[in-house]
T-cell receptor
Framework: AQKITQTQPGMFVQEKEAVTLDCTYDTSDQSYGLFWYKQPSSGEMIFLIYQGSYDEQNATEGRYSLNFQKARKSANLVISASQLGDSAMYFCAMREGGNYGQNFVFGPGTRLSVLP | SQTIHQWPATLVQPVGSPLSLECTVEGTSNPNLYWYRQAAGRGLQLLFYSVGIGQISSEVPQNLSASRPQDRQFILSSKKLLLSDSGFYLC??????????????FGPGTRLTVL
């Protein structure tokens, strides 16, 4: 079974508008971490934002926020005020286990295209 | 600040030839290190991870191997490359800061084409 599901293979958004990229996950662990990464055409994976399973507030980093709904096991990424430079692949990832857990799994990704 | 280096950036190798990709991390001690492979248009597949010198865990059986001869050096190798080894190889590091916070940071990657 897929541990990380990203149902949107591709998304389009108009410049300056907000966009939500979906991510659902599957785990039976109580302690886990959720991550979003951006991969531009250059290939480098850029860390964007992190949410811990025990964090009560949604994580925010500048224009990025993570809409964490634990009961629904979803961790959607919201990008506000989209910019042309936001065009890239976006990957949701999860790390299961406690302090020494090494089980880190990525979703299939969503390609975001920002239109001028 | 921490930085992670990978080389070479691109590599074209014939089938059956050996492979050596290197990854080094600066600015941190005793990092966890990872090798991932990404096929064209796909997600990331974890190949190996290491929590210390000489400690390597393999996630996927293949003709690749990994070694960690020094604390901040991680090497991916193969004795004989296959066509299916083509892909984008990413090295990553993390430090466990606490429960669930060991964010992985990635290097620039190596694009390998096996002909």
């Amino acid at each position: 079974a897929q541990k990380i599901t990203q149902t949107q293979p591709g998304m389009f958004v108009q410049e300056k508008e907000a966009v939500t990229l979906d991510c659902t996950y599957d785990t039976s662990d109580q302690s886990y971490g959720l991550f979003w990464y951006k991969q531009p055409s250059s290939g480098e994976m850029i860390f964007l934002i992190y949410q811990g399973s025990y964090d009560e507030q949604n994580a925010t980093e500048g224009r990025y926020s993570l809409n964490f709904q634990k009961a629904r096991k979803s961790a959607n990424l919201v990008i506000s005020a989209s910019q042309l430079g936001d065009s890239a692949m976006y990957f949701c990832a999860m790390r299961e286990g406690g302090n020494y857990g090494q089980n880190f799994v990525f979703g299939p990704g969503t390609r975001l295209s920002v239109l001028p | 600040s921490q930085t992670i280096h990978q080389w070479p950036a691109t590599l074209v190798q014939p089938v059956g030839s050996p492979l050596s990709l290197e990854c080094t991390v600066e600015g941190t001690s005793n990092p966890n290190l990872y090798w991932y492979r990404q096929a064209a248009g796909r997600g990331l597949q974890l190949l190996f991870y290491s929590v210390g010198i000489g400690q390597i865990s393999s996630e996927v059986p293949q003709n690749l191997s990994a070694s960690r001869p020094q604390d901040r050096q991680f090497i991916l190798s193969s004795k004989k490359l296959l066509l299916s080894d083509s892909g984008f190889y990413l090295c990553a590091w993390s430090v466990a800061l606490g429960m669930g916070t060991d964010t992985q940071y990635f290097g620039p990657g190596t694009r390998l084409t096996v002909l």
